[in-house]
């Protein structure tokens, strides 16, 4: 019984009064109780009130669950929409998802990695928005950028592409595309909206200087490319704002953070994304889901 | 926890918004704006904290009053927000004053 009141004697002349709570839907184990109550107490309690607590608290619980059920959802339909980065001989690739954890919404982060015979195009971008919603949009701009790259080989013409997409359906959505060439030795950076990819150098990280052009869904275009030379050695770390933004951080000094974590990475990549990701986590805790990517010539 | 986020109409007819523009508040903001038609000025001076979910309903503002032949014109921002419409290219889409 969902409101079976239960009395205990604390055997020293006061009673203690429990009612259960129970789950409709799943399983919760709590009671409401009142301690202390004094034999000529007992008629004065609101039972009523604490039938009526009982269920506030059933119905908050539930929707706690109900929530987290909601998001483990969006989680593995998210995780299901991130591909399997390639292993490509010449270029080591690692990349990382970062969800904020319980309680909170799924971000809309990806990448991919589109390899050609041409060059190899590395993607990492956001969709705004929360939630199942937000992998669907995430499930539709993906396969538009893959497309195009794989079509037509060319950065810009995958972010027109994406742009109309994100335009025609009301979506934002900022994107890197990094194109490496077959030498891997130039990695070419256009940017819709999103912040600068860090190199590393043996001597030393930067944050990129890139012309940044509008964002996905503004309908504007023109996202203009800047060279920079991959040597032997160097890495150069694609991530979102997720990783970089909190409310208490001015965004370029989360840019700041981010160098410095991949500066002193060790450099091994899957070694290099965890410091990084230990280091920008420890420290600020994550206001929003998060992406990374590191590629290396080899 | 974000503060929540207010919207005060000015005398000159300015939209005052004050508090955190993210996803937490994005749709409140949606709705606050849902019926502004014609040209709108936001003075987002007060503004310290916009993540992508607050930007895109800017976005979003910009566009519905641009289809209906009006404008989002951005009076006022503070460096912080300044610079992330500038990361995020967003100052080539929206008009600040």
Do not use: K
């Not at chain 1, 129970?22 to 202390?36: L, M, N, R, Y």
């Not at chain 1, 080989?153 to 994406?162: E, F, I, S, T, V």
């Not at chain 1, 997720?242 to 070694?271: F, V």
């Not at chain 2, 000025?41 to 289809?67: E, Y």
Request: glycine share 8%; aromatic share 4%.
């Amino acid at each position: 019984m969902a409101d079976e009141l239960l009395e205990l004697d604390a055997g020293d002349g006061t009673a203690t009064l429990l009612l259960p709570i129970d789950g409709e839907q799943a399983a919760i184990a709590g009671f409401v109780s009142v301690s202390g109550v004094r034999a000529w107490e007992r008629d004065a309690v609101d039972l009523d009130g604490l039938r009526q607590l009982a269920v506030r608290i059933r119905l908050v619980v539930e929707a706690a669950l109900e929530y987290e059920r909601r998001r483990a959802a969006a989680l593995e339909l998210h995780r299901a929409l991130l591909p399997v980065v390639p292993e490509l001989a010449d270029l080591a690739i690692a990349a990382r998802y970062v969800p904020v954890g319980f309680g909170a919404d799924v971000g809309g982060d990806f990448y991919d990695v589109v390899d050609t015979d041409e060059a190899t195009f590395v993607v990492v971008g956001d969709v705004a928005g929360s939630g199942l919603r937000i992998a669907a949009d995430m499930g539709r701009l993906v396969p538009v950028l893959r497309a195009e790259l794989t079509r037509h080989r060319d950065a810009g013409r995958a972010l027109d592409a994406a742009d109309q997409l994100c335009f025609a359906d009301r979506l934002f959505a900022t994107a890197a595309i990094v194109t490496v060439d077959r030498d891997r030795s130039v990695a070419e950076v256009r940017s819709a909206g999103h912040p600068p990819p860090i190199l590393r150098r043996p001597d030393g990280a930067t944050a990129a200087v890139i012309d940044v052009g509008p964002p996905l869904g503004a309908g504007v275009g023109g996202w203009s490319a800047t060279n920079e030379l991959l040597g032997p050695g160097s890495a150069l770390a694609l991530y979102t704002d997720g990783l970089i933004a909190r409310s208490d951080l001015a965004a370029d000094d989360g840019i700041e953070l981010l160098r410095c974590a991949l500066d002193e990475a060790p450099d091994d990549l899957e070694a290099a994304c965890d410091h990084v990701v230990d280091e920008l986590t420890s420290r600020h805790p994550l206001a929003d889901d998060a992406a990374l990517v590191v590629i290396a010539p080899r | 926890m974000a503060e929540e986020l207010e919207i005060v109409l000015t005398d000159d007819g300015t939209h005052l918004v004050r508090g955190d523009l993210d996803a937490h508040s994005a749709e409140a903001f949606e709705a606050a704006m849902a019926e502004v038609e014609g040209t709108v000025r936001l003075d987002l001076s007060a503004v310290d904290f916009a993540d992508s979910s607050g930007l895109r309903v800017l976005l979003g503002l910009h566009r519905r009053l641009d289809d209906d032949g009006g404008e989002l014109r951005i009076r006022s921002a503070g460096t912080r927000l300044r610079r992330l419409l500038s990361l995020t290219g967003l100052d080539q889409v929206l008009a600040l004053d």
